[in-house]
């Protein structure tokens, strides 16, 4: 089992920046990828990055040159460097990781973005 806590949401206005944060605990060692998705209201949970342990990071196109994912193997930790906000950013994000078969969700964190 792995446990996720995310952190870093809140409001912003358009234009300026969050961080968000996610720490595992548990069957970390298991672990090898880890990711940002995200849901806005009436929309479908959407990927927004995802960085393999050794791998190719990949994010989505519409947060690509703005948001920066990054990994603390130390700490366990994902973060989502999230610059230049628009208010379509809005929505509850949530950290995903993989450990072996299985896949884990965080409970999410609120991100609105005011215009």
């Known amino acids: 089992q792995v446990q996720l806590v995310e952190s870093g949401g809140g409001l912003v206005q358009a234009g300026g920046s969050l961080r968000l944060s996610c720490v595992a605990s548990?069957?970390?060692?298991?672990?090898?990828?880890m990711g940002w998705y995200r849901q806005a209201p009436g929309k479908q949970r959407e990927l927004v990055a995802i960085?393999?342990?050794?791998?190719?990071?990949t994010y989505a196109d519409s947060v690509k040159g703005r948001f920066t994912i990054s990994r603390d193997y130390a700490k366990n930790t994902v973060n989502l460097q999230m610059n230049s906000l628009k208010p379509e950013d809005t929505a509850v994000y949530y950290c995903?990781?993989?450990?072996?078969?299985?896949?884990?969700w965080g409970q999410g964190t609120q991100v609105t973005v005011s215009s």
């Open positions: 960085i393999p342990r050794g791998g190719i990071i």
């Open positions: 548990g069957s970390i060692f298991s672990i090898n990828t």
């Open positions: 995903r990781v993989w450990a072996g078969p299985k896949d884990y």
